[in-house]
């Protein structure tokens, strides 16, 4: 079992930026594929993006050009960059690990959860 939490989140006005941290202790980040997810009000929890092992990544459509993911294997840290916040981005977010992923846009195929962090763009 690895735990996680999250931090970085907070409000925002649209277009301006934040960082998000997803912290591990338990296990090593290195040896685990990395997602981060999130939930707005009223929908289901939606991929962002994810990092596997071997350096491959992948992102939302919603997302891509805007968000980058990243991990510093040193701090068993994964961080998860937003630039060009629009106020559809504001959620709550989630980081994700486990071991083996088939299907990384798929929540269901990560066993271990962060409590998530609130990241609200206001227009």
């Known amino acids: 079992q690895v735990q996680l939490v999250e931090s970085g989140g907070g409000l925002v006005q649209a277009g301006g930026s934040l960082r998000l941290s997803c912290a591990a202790s338990g296990r090593t980040l290195s040896s685990h594929v990395m997602g981060w997810f999130r939930q707005a009000p009223g929908k289901e929890r939606e991929f962002v993006a994810s990092?596997?092992?071997?350096?491959?990544?992948y992102y939302a459509d919603s997302v891509r050009g805007r968000f980058t993911i990243s991990r510093d294997n040193a701090k068993n840290t994964v961080y998860l960059q937003m630039n060009s916040l629009k106020p559809e981005d504001t959620a709550v977010y989630y980081c994700a690990a486990d071991l083996s992923v088939g299907v990384t846009t798929n929540p269901t195929q990560y066993g271990n959860w962060g409590q998530g962090t609130q990241v609200t763009v206001s227009s």
């Open positions: 990092i596997r092992r071997t350096g491959s990544i």
